[in-house]
Structures are given as structure tokens and as C-alpha cells.
């Protein structure tokens, strides 16, 4: 079995904004495409084009429809669809590392992130039953377990210009709802914004202390209607001017 480090020097990990989060499964398709090309690749499908497929993510996207509770003010609240992602959450106490018969699964000292070893690694299983929110997969081709490695071949590359020193998923969502940061440091801009909008871990009753956090979706009933057209339908002028100001007095005569 492997132990889990008493602390680490960082908590490298993911803010997700599930207000901003649209499900178009971008991060999806970076991550499996950064992932298949480097870092514990490949990531096998099965009959990918079949009416049977499978295959191996490191990162999905859930979406529900979420009725809000009535309030005084609301007695039926309009109902709305929150796209929910899940990845590792590179959990503070790890069950998936510490149930591994092999010592494969193991949480780094340096920056919190949770690795697997896939020499190691026997695919028994084992950290799968043992994570509580389904992040872990098991390549059924090469049968090894894998998960997110919050793309650690990345972040730490200086051959990559400074922009893309972060998760792939981070890098393309197209909505900004991904951040990546140390929630170890409170003075980070993760920690800030994990503070200020009331950042929340995900089942925290597993007692696991994810480091990932998820900032809670705004009612959408609750925004100020506005027209996104009003700006452009303003008169420019009240009074016409110049040549149209002229041809207007000129036509007013007539």
C-alpha cells in the first residue's frame, strides 16, 4: 500500500466555474488529445466508430437539469441545465492511493498532484472502487489505470512559452470557466476567486479534501433582462446634421 505524503509544498489544482461552463466538451477533446500524444499515452479506444465504442478520458462533462428550490419571492423558479465536469480531483487524503496493492498510485510531494506509475501498475482495480467520484479509467488496452494529470508534462515544460504552462483543458476552454493555480497559497488568483464567489469541494462528506473546486451557478432567472440589440438601435444623433441636416429642412419646405 502506499502512504500519502503529511503535506505538500503546493496544492496544484483545477477551478471550475459552473456558471460559465456552456458542455461543449472542449477540455474533453483537448485532454484526450494532449494525453494520447504524450504523457501516458496512448489513451486505446474500442470499435471508436462502432455502434458498441468505448474508450479511455481522462476528463468528462455531465449535464443536468437542476430545478432551483422555491423561495418567498419565487414559488416555482425557472429550471436550468448546469454542465458539470469531472476529473481527478487530486484529493489531500487519496483513497485511490492509498488502497493500491502496488504502490503504482501516489501523491506528490512537490506539488499535490496525484500520479499513477504505470509499470507498476497491475490494472486490478482497486483505486477505481475506492475513488468516490468515478474519475479513474482503466485502459482496456493496456490495462493500466489512468486519470488526469493536470497535464504535469505541461505545466513544469519551459520549452512551451509561459501562456501554455497549464492544463490542456484550461488553456482551450473557450468560456474561461477552467482556472489552474495553488489553492494552497491564498494569495493566489485561484484562491481569491475560490473565496470571493464561494468555491465548494465536491462531496465533501467522503472527507477526501479534493483540491479541485467548483464555484456554484448564479439562477439565471435572477439577471438583469437587458437588450443586447439596444446599443446599436440608439440614435446616433437627435437633431440631423450636416448634408442630412439641410436636405431634412429643404424637404420640410416642400
Known amino acids: 500500500m502506499t502512504t500519502l505524503p503529511t503535506q505538500t509544498q503546493k496544492k496544484l489544482g483545477l477551478v471550475i466555474d459552473l456558471d460559465t461552463c456552456v458542455g461543449c466538451h472542449a477540455c474533453v477533446i483537448s485532454c484526450k488529445g494532449w494525453n494520447t500524444e504524450n504523457?501516458?499515452?496512448?489513451?486505446?479506444?474500442?470499435?471508436?466508430?462502432?455502434?458498441d465504442n468505448s474508450g479511455t478520458?481522462?476528463?468528462?462533462?455531465?449535464?443536468?437539469?437542476?430545478?432551483?428550490?422555491?423561495?418567498?419571492?419565487?414559488?416555482?423558479?425557472a429550471a436550468q441545465t448546469i454542465h458539470f465536469p469531472k476529473s481527478c480531483l487530486h484529493?489531500?487524503?487519496?483513497?485511490?492511493?492509498?488502497?493500491?496493492?502496488?504502490?503504482?498510485?501516489?501523491k506528490r510531494v512537490e506539488d499535490g498532484i496525484v500520479l499513477v506509475n504505470?509499470?507498476?501498475?497491475?490494472?486490478?482495480?482497486?483505486?477505481?472502487?475506492?475513488?468516490?467520484?468515478?474519475?479513474?479509467?482503466l485502459d482496456q488496452e493496456e490495462g493500466v489505470m489512468k486519470k488526469c494529470t493536470l497535464c504535469v508534462d505541461r505545466i513544469y515544460?519551459?520549452?512551451?512559452?509561459?501562456?501554455?504552462?497549464?492544463?490542456?483543458?484550461?488553456?482551450?476552454?473557450?468560456?474561461?470557466a477552467r482556472h489552474f493555480g495553488d489553492l494552497g497559497d491564498e494569495n493566489s488568483d485561484v484562491s481569491k476567486l475560490v473565496a470571493e464567489r464561494g468555491g465548494m469541494d465536491l462531496m465533501p462528506e467522503q472527507g477526501?479534501?479534493?483540491?479541485?473546486?467548483?464555484?456554484?451557478?448564479?439562477?439565471?432567472?435572477?439577471?438583469p433582462?437587458?437588450?443586447?440589440?439596444?446599443?446599436?438601435?440608439?440614435?446616433?444623433?437627435?437633431?440631423?446634421?450636416?448634408?442630412?441636416?439641410?436636405?431634412?429642412?429643404?424637404l420640410e419646405k416642400l
Open 91 to 106: 484529493c489531500e487524503d487519496a483513497p485511490c492511493v492509498t488502497v493500491c496493492p502496488t504502490g503504482a498510485s501516489y
Open 39 to 51: 504523457y501516458g499515452a496512448p489513451l486505446s479506444d474500442q470499435n471508436a466508430y462502432g455502434a
Open 118 to 137: 504505470e509499470s507498476d501498475c497491475i490494472g486490478c482495480g482497486l483505486c477505481a472502487w475506492a475513488c468516490p467520484y468515478g474519475a479513474r479509467e
Open 157 to 176: 515544460n519551459e520549452n512551451l512559452p509561459e501562456v501554455d504552462r497549464v492544463p490542456s483543458c484550461v488553456r482551450t476552454c473557450p468560456s474561461g
Open 208 to 223: 477526501t479534501k479534493p483540491v479541485n473546486q467548483y464555484l456554484p451557478p448564479r439562477p439565471k432567472d435572477a439577471l
Open 57 to 77: 478520458f481522462l476528463n468528462r462533462v455531465h449535464s443536468f437539469e437542476v430545478q432551483p428550490l422555491a423561495t418567498s419571492e419565487k414559488v416555482q423558479p
Open 225 to 250: 433582462e437587458f437588450d443586447v440589440l439596444a446599443p446599436f438601435l440608439a440614435p446616433i444623433a437627435e437633431e440631423p446634421t450636416g448634408f442630412l441636416g439641410w436636405l431634412d429642412k429643404t
